[in-house]
């Protein structure tokens, strides 16, 4: 039997999690290193995924299938296709930089400490936990198990939004401890309603194909051996998209995330937007349009549509917010937007665009949003109003911040770039309107980022922000590979496309859809 | 050896005297002839004479009892008249020792021979009905005994945890009243206090109860099932009333059970009359037999009402409200919140955990044994149960402030998912149910434990204010609660979500996905309040005169051990405890 390596990708970080959790209460720095090599040894392992995988091979690699509950029709089955992988890469590189981001988010003064309340080590651990499950999650190729990781995530999330809060914030205390308990309450009502609605579909693809392997139940329905009554498949797509909607999110489903990512803390609203979220539009691509195929093309209108109203709506928002981490939350949105669309345009470019826009996105956020939490630390607030003129007084947060600011509005030169537009080109390929209303989305997000930018970083210095001091060597190394790969990946996507491609090709084949001819060619 | 397995043997033969031998007749005939009129009168005619002939009309046969079969039950009843003899004749300071380590062995004991009889087949290939006609020993019997045990096993050493309250005048107290007899707040009760009194009854009463519990889910005639309801209620009634502290509103809770349960036992007796009106038997397999129209009437002074459907629909609809009670669905749930907050939390888990077992075990049997044929009559009434059940549990929950009182409601809310599983009416149905007791039973013990452990000055602190930033100061004890929270709320890797997920699976299988709809809607609305109590514990900021948590004996220790080890190996690894239920998923018949 070859050495278990999905397995391994998970187990790594939750084993991480627990001795994390176990440090004593009086060496929280040990604590912190420890997570941090955890979450570089899973990179490791990550990179070994990634270079294992063959692009050309088989669809599902690297398979594991074990016995689990039979009972239930249920395998723990893993498997990963170039989406996955990419995936899994985004995850395992994102989760070091987090840590490292957060590395005195969770110490409390020593006054507060007991010997039993160790918050720092909780803080690493729950952050491991959800690395660990949210890789998992990219690898399960049962849908049971996907589910199970898809719902228990929510928990170490949960405890991270509302036990961990942001300290910039305006009010008291207690006000704070509200805001938060409410921010993580609402995140676990929207995330826990839509999981028990996808519960109640799950249990009814079991009534209709009484087991749960994904590869086995397409095989399955492509063969014929497996019909569904159309109504059948409709309303097993919907309870699926439902919850995927809610977690990714989509318009009308959004209000949870600018509330979560705004008093969270900054490394914790990275791990929410750039990571936890993309399990959502991750599992629309390999759920929802393969296994419902024929129900995905009916919803896809419909679906176009919200996605459109996402991309305008958040990017709206976004003009309007006085908050940074409020602002970059609808920014996620309107992005989020632009993802569903790439998905369900239902062309090839469409979705490898969506992939390397999960990804994309997943890096720029980042920068922008750690870049953002280190102001904000320093300054004790989270109101633009109440900043002005940081680049004068630290140049180089202000040039780092810039740059996550581009990335965000898909300059072209910056990773983010090429996947918008790749999105946009595979969604006027059938959609030509839908690409004309998208468009508007990228005139509004240079009017968001460039105005935050603005407001901000340009003009006279203000006074609070004198002491502001420029980003540390810890933070300036968080930030500064992440904007080396935005460059990189900017001028040089293929290793990321090559491994998508293939992927987005089975998907297209399963759902049944070609990519449309170019209207110019049918009209010579 | 040989006793036990020559009595096994004779066992279908005494069955078959009585039972068997009117369809046998019936089949023949049916085989034979076609259905008409004609060959129905003849099946009739040959039933009768077969019934005559095999029946002994003066004499009334020795009963013969499979004393081997019965070991579980017997166990438990002789431990219990022992512990009796124990309270008389036992000096005052061993009581407490003796009644315990009395209490443990027999129930270990009698959970040993549920073993052994699982072990020799009879939850399979040898089930059958035992002590004519009246026990049947079976696969859900045996599980159930099985669950009802282990779950008594935990649930009686929180009874016996002494260490919670300071000690009074020097001696160590329990969770129950010095001398329950003394009227709360009188000179005999300080007398009593200061004397060093403990109410160690409580252990043969729990033993007495546990017995009727045995014997409910396993009851094969109606009156034995009536039996096993009143010598299972009667210890409870008065478990409830012994509480060391809030006497009055324990004595209050006992009252109210009481009241409420005489009452619906008095249905379930009325309901046994009009159901042996019908049939002319108590017996499970002759109305069920009577039910599909394979067996004769046979008693002419019943001619007039046999088979007659009115009193089957209404003798049933009572019976069935009798059991309704007992689960706490609704509209039969009222006493519960009142019961659950007044009695001593010991008891309450006891209660909440054994009770609801042995009542579902009931139900399944009398639902599965008895009315097979007539499914789509009580069919739509146990959705309607159930749904609302489900609903008016979550819902009412929300608006609780008192721990033991929200429990209670979340009680009544899990009897409505497991009357999802009981409607599917599959033996998938059967064996999720099953699996639902075990994983809940365990569950509302140790959180029950875990809420002895919260208090202040005034005994337990209930209140839900008072919970507040507990994480902070007690992390480990408010961790585990976090896990039975999440295990009632059905999150992934815990015991409650397997358990949900088996019913609903069962209830969709069975056709009834509008309960599966229901079941999700309610589920997400009862996640909302066992969050409430996580961002209570971990989100707020401790009260200054909060409660402490009390340091337990191992005892508690064990009981929430056992219930936090048996949640997370149910979520993980369920797969041997579905098999489990699985192969007990039969009724005999």
Same mark, same amino acid.
């Given at each position: 039997?070859?050495?278990?390596?999905?397995?391994?990708?998970?187990?790594?970080?939750?084993?991480?999690?627990?001795?994390?959790?176990?440090?004593?209460?009086?060496?929280?720095?040990?604590?912190?290193?420890?997570?941090?090599?955890?979450?570089?040894?899973?990179?490791?392992?990550?990179?070994?995924?990634?270079?294992?995988?063959?692009?050309?091979?088989?669809?599902?690699?690297?398979?594991?299938?074990?016995?689990?509950?039979?009972?239930?029709?249920?395998?723990?089955?893993?498997?990963?296709?170039?989406?996955?992988?990419?995936?899994?890469?985004?995850?395992?590189?994102?989760?070091?930089?987090?840590?490292?981001?957060?590395?005195?988010?969770?110490?409390?003064?020593?006054?507060?400490?007991?010997?039993?309340?160790?918050?720092?080590?909780?803080?690493?651990?729950?952050?491991?936990?959800?690395?660990?499950?949210?890789?998992?999650?990219?690898?399960?190729?049962?849908?049971?198990?996907?589910?199970?990781?898809?719902?228990?995530?929510?928990?170490?999330?949960?405890?991270?939004?509302?036990?961990?809060?942001?300290?910039?914030?305006?009010?008291?205390?207690?006000?704070?401890?509200?805001?938060?308990?409410?921010?993580?309450?609402?995140?676990?009502?929207?995330?826990?309603?839509?999981?028990?609605?996808?519960?109640?579909?799950?249990?009814?693809?079991?009534?209709?194909?009484?087991?749960?392997?994904?590869?086995?139940?397409?095989?399955?329905?492509?063969?014929?051996?497996?019909?569904?009554?159309?109504?059948?498949?409709?309303?097993?797509?919907?309870?699926?998209?439902?919850?995927?909607?809610?977690?990714?999110?989509?318009?009308?489903?959004?209000?949870?995330?600018?509330?979560?990512?705004?008093?969270?803390?900054?490394?914790?609203?990275?791990?929410?937007?750039?990571?936890?979220?993309?399990?959502?539009?991750?599992?629309?691509?390999?759920?929802?349009?393969?296994?419902?195929?024929?129900?995905?093309?009916?919803?896809?209108?419909?679906?176009?549509?919200?996605?459109?109203?996402?991309?305008?709506?958040?990017?709206?928002?976004?003009?309007?917010?006085?908050?940074?981490?409020?602002?970059?939350?609808?920014?996620?949105?309107?992005?989020?937007?632009?993802?569903?669309?790439?998905?369900?345009?239902?062309?090839?470019?469409?979705?490898?665009?969506?992939?390397?826009?999960?990804?994309?996105?997943?890096?720029?956020?980042?920068?922008?949003?750690?870049?953002?939490?280190?102001?904000?630390?320093?300054?004790?607030?989270?109101?633009?109003?109440?900043?002005?003129?940081?680049?004068?007084?630290?140049?180089?947060?202000?040039?780092?911040?810039?740059?996550?600011?581009?990335?965000?509005?898909?300059?072209?030169?910056?990773?983010?770039?090429?996947?918008?537009?790749?999105?946009?080109?595979?969604?006027?390929?059938?959609?030509?309107?839908?690409?004309?209303?998208?468009?508007?989305?990228?005139?509004?997000?240079?009017?968001?980022?460039?105005?935050?930018?603005?407001?901000?970083?340009?003009?006279?210095?203000?006074?609070?922000?004198?002491?502001?001091?420029?980003?540390?060597?810890?933070?300036?190394?968080?930030?500064?590979?992440?904007?080396?790969?935005?460059?990189?990946?900017?001028?040089?996507?293929?290793?990321?496309?090559?491994?998508?491609?293939?992927?987005?090709?089975?998907?297209?084949?399963?759902?049944?859809?070609?990519?449309?001819?170019?209207?110019?060619?049918?009209?010579? | 050896?040989?006793?036990?397995?020559?009595?096994?043997?004779?066992?279908?033969?005494?069955?078959?005297?009585?039972?068997?031998?009117?369809?046998?007749?019936?089949?023949?005939?049916?085989?034979?002839?076609?259905?008409?009129?004609?060959?129905?009168?003849?099946?009739?005619?040959?039933?009768?004479?077969?019934?005559?002939?095999?029946?002994?009309?003066?004499?009334?046969?020795?009963?013969?009892?499979?004393?081997?079969?019965?070991?579980?039950?017997?166990?438990?009843?002789?431990?219990?008249?022992?512990?009796?003899?124990?309270?008389?004749?036992?000096?005052?300071?061993?009581?407490?020792?003796?009644?315990?380590?009395?209490?443990?062995?027999?129930?270990?004991?009698?959970?040993?021979?549920?073993?052994?009889?699982?072990?020799?087949?009879?939850?399979?290939?040898?089930?059958?009905?035992?002590?004519?006609?009246?026990?049947?020993?079976?696969?859900?019997?045996?599980?159930?005994?099985?669950?009802?045990?282990?779950?008594?096993?935990?649930?009686?050493?929180?009874?016996?945890?002494?260490?919670?309250?300071?000690?009074?005048?020097?001696?160590?107290?329990?969770?129950?009243?010095?001398?329950?007899?003394?009227?709360?707040?009188?000179?005999?009760?300080?007398?009593?206090?200061?004397?060093?009194?403990?109410?160690?009854?409580?252990?043969?009463?729990?033993?007495?109860?546990?017995?009727?519990?045995?014997?409910?889910?396993?009851?094969?005639?109606?009156?034995?099932?009536?039996?096993?309801?009143?010598?299972?209620?009667?210890?409870?009634?008065?478990?409830?009333?012994?509480?060391?502290?809030?006497?009055?509103?324990?004595?209050?809770?006992?009252?109210?059970?009481?009241?409420?349960?005489?009452?619906?036992?008095?249905?379930?007796?009325? +309901?046994?009359?009009?159901?042996?009106?019908?049939?002319?038997?108590?017996?499970?397999?002759?109305?069920?037999?009577?039910?599909?129209?394979?067996?004769?009437?046979?008693?002419?002074?019943?001619?007039?009402?046999?088979?007659?459907?009115?009193?089957?629909?209404?003798?049933?609809?009572?019976?069935?409200? +009798?059991?309704?009670?007992?689960?706490?669905?609704?509209?039969?749930?009222?006493?519960?919140?009142?019961?659950?907050?007044?009695?001593?939390?010991?008891?309450?888990?006891?209660?909440?955990?054994?009770?609801?077992?042995?009542?579902?075990?009931?139900?399944?049997?009398?639902?599965?044994?008895?009315?097979?044929?007539?499914?789509?009559?009580?069919?739509?009434?146990?959705?309607?149960?159930?749904?609302?059940?489900?609903?008016?549990?979550?819902?009412?929950?929300?608006?609780?402030?008192?721990?033991?009182?929200?429990?209670?409601?979340?009680?009544?809310?899990?009897?409505?998912?497991?009357?999802? !599983?009981?409607?599917?009416?599959?033996?998938? !149905?059967?064996?999720?149910?099953?699996?639902?007791?075990?994983?809940?039973?365990?569950?509302?013990?140790?959180?029950?434990?875990?809420?002895?452990?919260?208090?202040?000055? !005034?005994?337990?602190?209930?209140?839900?204010?008072?919970?507040?930033?507990?994480?902070?100061?007690?992390?480990?004890?408010?961790?585990?609660?976090?896990?039975?929270?999440?295990?009632?709320?059905?999150?992934?890797?815990?015991?409650?979500?397997?358990?949900?997920?088996?019913?609903?699976?069962?209830?969709?299988?069975?056709?009834?996905?509008?309960?599966?709809?229901? +079941?999700?809607?309610?589920?997400?609305?009862?996640?909302?309040?066992?969050?409430?109590?996580?961002?209570?514990?971990?989100?707020?900021?401790?009260?200054?005169? !909060?409660?402490?948590?009390?340091?337990?004996?191992?005892?508690?220790?064990?009981?929430?051990?056992?219930?936090?080890?048996?949640?997370?190996?149910?979520?993980?690894?369920?797969?041997?405890?579905?098999?489990?239920?699985?192969?007990?998923?039969?009724?005999?018949?």
């Amino acid at each position: 039997m070859s050495f278990p390596l999905l397995t391994a990708t998970a187990v790594l970080p939750a084993a991480g999690a627990v001795l994390t959790a176990a440090v004593p209460a009086g060496r929280r720095t040990a604590a912190k290193w420890l997570a941090l090599l955890v979450s570089l040894g899973t990179l490791v392992l990550a990179a070994v995924v990634t270079v294992r995988f063959e692009p050309g091979g088989a669809r599902y690699q690297l398979t594991e299938s074990h016995a689990w509950i039979a009972d239930f029709g249920v395998r723990y089955e893993l498997g990963v296709d170039g989406i996955g992988v990419a995936l899994i890469a985004l995850t395992a590189l994102l989760i070091p930089f987090i840590v490292a981001a957060g590395w005195n988010d969770a110490d409390e003064p020593a006054a507060t400490a007991t010997r039993r309340w160790r918050p720092t080590q909780g803080f690493f651990a729950l952050i491991l936990m959800v690395e660990a499950m949210v890789i998992l999650s990219f690898e399960a190729t049962d849908v049971f198990l996907f589910y199970l990781l898809f719902e228990a995530m929510l928990i170490p999330m949960y405890f991270l939004i509302g036990g961990f809060g942001d300290r910039a914030h305006a009010g008291s205390d207690e006000h704070a401890a509200a805001q938060r308990s409410y921010a993580a309450v609402k995140f676990l009502l929207y995330n826990l309603i839509g999981g028990l609605i996808m519960l109640a579909a799950v249990v009814g693809l079991y009534a209709v194909a009484g087991n749960f392997s994904l590869p086995g139940i397409v095989e399955a329905r492509a063969s014929g051996d497996l019909t569904m009554a159309t109504s059948t498949e409709r309303l097993l797509f919907l309870g699926f998209f439902f919850a995927f909607a809610v977690k990714a999110p989509l318009w009308p489903l959004h209000t949870w995330l600018p509330n979560a990512m705004g008093e969270a803390t900054a490394p914790v609203a990275v791990l929410i937007t750039a990571v936890v979220d993309k399990v959502g539009t991750f599992a629309m691509l390999r759920f929802c349009l393969q296994l419902f195929p024929e129900a995905s093309r009916w919803a896809t209108p419909v679906i176009v549509v919200l996605a459109l109203v996402s991309i305008v709506y958040g990017a709206l928002l976004a003009v309007g917010q006085r908050d940074i981490k409020r602002l970059v939350a609808y920014a996620s949105i309107s992005h989020f937007g632009f993802i569903v669309l790439g998905i369900f345009a239902m062309t090839s470019q469409g979705q490898s665009g969506a992939t390397l826009y999960m990804v994309n996105h997943g890096i720029s956020t980042a920068v922008l949003m750690l870049v953002a939490g280190f102001l904000i630390s320093r300054r004790g607030s989270r109101l633009i109003a109440d900043y002005g003129g940081v680049q004068k007084v630290a140049p180089v947060l202000a040039g780092t911040f810039l740059i996550g600011s581009l990335a965000t509005l898909s300059l072209p030169g910056l990773a983010p770039f090429v996947s918008e537009f790749l999105v946009l080109v595979g969604t006027f390929a059938r959609y030509p309107a839908a690409g004309i209303v998208a468009t508007t989305g990228i005139v509004l997000a240079a009017l968001y980022t460039l105005v935050l930018y603005q407001r901000t970083m340009t003009g006279p210095v203000k006074e609070d922000v004198r002491a502001v001091k420029d980003l540390r060597p810890r933070e300036l190394l968080v930030v500064a590979p992440l904007i080396a790969l935005l460059f990189f990946l900017g001028v040089f996507p293929k290793p990321l496309t090559e491994i998508v491609d293939p992927a987005v090709r089975h998907t297209m084949s399963d759902v049944k859809q070609q990519d449309p001819r170019p209207e110019v060619e049918a009209a010579k | 050896m040989s006793a036990w397995s020559g009595s096994a043997l004779s066992a279908p033969g005494v069955h078959s005297l009585w039972t068997e031998s009117a369809p046998g007749g019936t089949a023949d005939a049916a085989a034979h002839g076609a259905a008409s009129g004609a060959a129905h009168e003849a099946a009739h005619a040959v039933a009768r004479m077969t019934l005559a002939a095999a029946r002994p009309v003066e004499r009334i046969p020795t009963p013969k009892i499979e004393y081997a079969q019965l070991a579980p039950v017997l166990i438990v009843l002789g431990a219990a008249v022992i512990a009796v003899l124990l309270e008389a004749f036992v000096p005052r300071r061993f009581r407490h020792y003796a009644q315990l380590f009395l209490t443990v062995v027999a129930l270990a004991a009698a959970f040993a021979a549920v073993v052994g009889l699982a072990a020799g087949g009879h939850a399979t290939t040898r089930a059958g009905i035992a002590a004519m006609g009246a026990v049947a020993v079976d696969g859900p019997a045996l599980f159930l005994q099985g669950t009802i045990l282990l779950a008594s096993l935990v649930a009686v050493f929180t009874f016996a945890e002494r260490r919670l309250d300071p000690a009074d005048h020097g001696h160590r107290v329990d969770s129950f009243a010095a001398e329950a007899a003394a009227v709360p707040g009188s000179e005999q009760e300080k007398a009593a206090v200061r004397a060093g009194f403990t109410t160690t009854e409580v252990f043969p009463l729990a033993l007495f109860a546990v017995a009727g519990m045995l014997v409910f889910p396993a009851a094969n005639d109606l009156l034995t099932l009536f039996i096993a309801l009143e010598v299972f209620s009667l210890p409870l009634y008065l478990l409830c009333a012994v509480a060391r502290r809030k006497r009055l509103m324990s004595q209050e809770a006992a009252v109210k059970y009481f009241l409420l349960g005489a009452f619906s036992s008095a249905f379930l007796l009325f +309901g046994i009359a009009l159901l042996y009106g019908y049939a002319g038997s108590v017996s499970y397999g002759r109305i069920a037999d009577v039910v599909d129209g394979s067996a004769a009437p046979v008693d002419p002074a019943l001619a007039s009402t046999m088979g007659n459907d009115a009193l089957l629909l209404i003798g049933f609809a009572l019976v069935l409200m +009798g059991l309704l009670f007992k689960v706490g669905a609704v509209p039969f749930h009222m006493w519960t919140p009142d019961v659950y907050q007044g009695a001593p939390t010991p008891v309450t888990g006891f209660m909440a955990a054994a009770t609801k077992v042995a009542a579902f075990g009931a139900l399944l049997r009398l639902l599965y044994v008895v009315l097979p044929g007539l499914r789509w009559d009580w069919r739509p009434v146990m959705w309607g149960v159930a749904i609302v059940t489900m609903l008016a549990g979550a819902v009412v929950a929300i608006t609780q402030t008192d721990i033991k009182r929200l429990l209670a409601y979340s009680s009544i809310a899990h009897a409505g998912f497991i009357l999802a !599983g009981v409607v599917a009416a599959t033996p998938s !149905g059967v064996s999720s149910v099953l699996f639902y007791l075990a994983a809940y039973s365990f569950v509302t013990i140790g959180a029950f434990a875990v809420v002895t452990l919260v208090r202040d000055a !005034g005994g337990e602190a209930t209140h839900l204010a008072k919970w507040a930033g507990l994480g902070r100061r007690s992390p480990l004890v408010a961790a585990v609660f976090g896990v039975f929270l999440l295990a009632f709320a059905g999150i992934p890797l815990t015991s409650g979500f397997t358990g949900k997920f088996a019913v609903f699976k069962a209830a969709a299988e069975g056709g009834a996905g509008v309960l599966v709809v229901v +079941g999700v809607i309610s589920s997400a609305i009862a996640a909302f309040f066992y969050i409430r109590v996580i961002v209570l514990m971990f989100f707020s900021e401790p009260q200054a005169d !909060g409660p402490t948590v009390a340091v337990p004996s191992p005892l508690t220790m064990t009981t929430i051990g056992v219930g936090v080890a048996v949640t997370l190996v149910l979520g993980l690894a369920p797969q041997y405890f579905l098999d489990l239920a699985g192969q007990a998923g039969v009724f005999v018949r």
